[in-house]
């Protein structure tokens, strides 16, 4: 093998080398992104679930006025009715 054969296998080398460094560096840099982008979204949807609490909360307490008003609606026809049976 003389010396111009091993340059070039030393630069096909190179430019391989070269090319995996591009890649790996191009991978890292994807990773990065969707790493960044899944934090956001973790974000939102923490956000969104937080409301969905909130509101459950808030129909809990509409369920309980409901429940208060449907006993006091319901004494005042139990008094009716023995109002109307005596």
């Known amino acids: 093998m003389d010396i111009t ?3 070039e296998e030393v630069r096909d080398l190179a430019m391989k080398y070269a090319e995996a460094a591009k890649l790996t560096t191009d991978l890292i840099q994807e990773s990065v992104e969707n790493t960044t982008n899944g934090v956001a ?3 939102d949807v923490f956000t969104i679930l937080n409301e969905i609490e909130n509101h459950t909360n808030n129909v809990n ?5 409901i429940e208060s008003a449907s006993k006091n ?3 005042g026809i139990l008094q009716v009715d023995k109002m109307q049976v005596v």
């Open 5 to 7: 054969v091993v340059a």
């Open 41 to 43: 979204l973790n974000k």
């Open 61 to 65: 307490d509409v369920m309980d006025v």
């Open 73 to 75: 609606q319901l004494d």
